[in-house]
């Protein structure tokens, strides 16, 4: 398995030079061509996704991971949109991001460049297959990708399509790679090759991405665990707050930036019972604190919170309730029991809504809106290939500028330095 492996690396690290190199309308015709394959072959897609369904709900996997695994007729329009979107942004291979003629003569340029070689792990959704590719492809970075046993049969069927497009485009298709390897020890031999990878991207469970970091030898990104909390304000427009917890709450729970915990200030506890309706109809577990569960009239149908479910990701149709005293009390809570992902305010005053935004560390911060939002396709990127909670070098949704790096280009007439 190694020595297959390492093979296949150097192949992916030679032929990336090449990608990086190709032009602009070959990258977007390749990625025209993705789109059409991904219709045309969706029928087959489809039953081979089901086939694989079908065996993960006999082996009783959770319903939250048999969620990421579903491709349905809407994911791949989905992909399609996302692929029509990355297709339509300014290709950026070789940007001057700035220029500097120096009074010696020396004409300076700062350049962006692809980082190189890409290294992805990912569990469950087979969608990020093509959100990555066309990100790498977009961007002239070489790819490697392992994704989970469990959607291996989908997961190979998409590369497939991709693999096909870049051969029929001009591409060097040997730049990409996708391990076939279910074996877990394949994961290992990944976090070992930084001589091939230049970056390494974990999407998955908080586990995987706890592996990345203590195992990765080459950098590597944190992200995808989202605890995601919105607070709700003393001056509010009750409706559009429940228009929003809603959705943060129920558009879908298996993801990183579902909202988890609404911290509700003391002022605004008439929220509660309409609130509690709306989610209980929407078939929600609700774990109150005691302010908010003593507001509530049917209390047998709501849980009273502990301690446990707070700094909780649930990706599941649970949430937890706190009442708070003021703002402060909401941030700091935040800051306590946060993943630095997406944090949200419901508010109708400005100066309060600053003041979160401003101090509230997080990926992404929204007022009067879902974290839902925290995605790379909402955000005009086209796709991501994860939403890092870090500092460095990207955080939120990264995009394919965040798959580049840059490089100083300078040229002169004979200067030398005295």
Request: hydrophobic share 40%.
């Amino acid at each position: 398995m190694l020595e297959k492996i390492e093979k296949k690396l150097i192949e992916v690290k030679k032929y990336s030079s090449e990608l990086s190199l190709i032009e602009p309308d070959k990258r977007k015709l390749c990625l025209d061509i993705l789109a059409s394959k991904l219709v045309s072959n969706r029928e087959k897609i489809i039953k081979i996704n089901s086939d694989e369904l079908e065996i993960a709900y006999k082996k009783g996997i959770d319903n939250h991971v048999i969620e990421r695994m579903k491709i349905t007729n809407i994911a791949i329009e989905r992909m399609v949109d996302s692929l029509n979107n990355v297709s339509a942004l300014n290709d950026t291979v070789a940007e001057v991001i700035d220029k500097n003629n120096r009074e010696n003569g020396l004409v300076v340029k700062k350049v962006r460049v692809p980082l190189g070689v890409l290294g992805v792990i990912f569990e469950s959704r087979p969608n990020v297959v093509i959100e990555i590719a066309s990100l790498a492809i977009k961007s002239g970075n070489g790819l490697v990708m392992r994704g989970g046993s469990d959607c291996i049969k989908t997961n190979l069927c998409l590369f497939e399509l991709v693999f096909e497009s870049m051969k029929e485009a001009g591409l060097p298709e040997k730049s990409m790679y996708f391990l076939d390897f279910t074996d877990r020890k394949a994961v290992d031999i990944i976090l070992s090759m930084d001589k091939y990878i230049d970056l390494l991207i974990p999407r998955g469970s908080s586990s995987l991405v706890s592996l990345v970091n203590e195992k990765a030898k080459m950098p590597s990104i944190t992200g995808g665990i989202g605890v995601c909390h919105t607070f709700v304000d003393k001056n509010i427009d009750t409706e559009l707050a429940l228009s929003v917890l809603e959705n943060a709450k129920t558009q879908n729970t298996s993801v990183c930036n579902a909202l988890d915990t609404v911290l509700i200030h003391k002022d605004s506890l008439d929220i509660v019972e309409p609130l509690f309706d709306l989610l209980l109809e929407k078939k929600v577990e609700i774990r109150a604190d005691r302010c908010s569960y003593e507001k509530f009239n049917q209390k047998s149908k709501i849980k009273l919170a502990e301690s446990s479910d707070f700094g909780k990701e649930f990706l599941d149709l649970i949430i937890s309730i706190k009442t708070v005293e003021n703002i402060d009390e909401a941030i700091n809570h935040i800051e306590k029991f946060g993943s630095k992902h997406s944090e949200a305010i419901i508010t109708n005053n400005e100066n309060h809504a600053k003041y979160f935004l401003d101090k509230v560390d997080a990926s992404a911060v929204f007022h009067n809106t879902s974290t839902r939002f925290n995605d790379g396709f909402e955000l005009g990127l086209g796709a991501e290939v994860a939403v890092s909670t870090d500092k460095l070098h990207a955080r939120g949704p990264m995009g394919i500028n965040d798959l580049m790096t840059y490089k100083w280009v300078v040229t002169g007439e004979g200067q030398i330095r005295s």
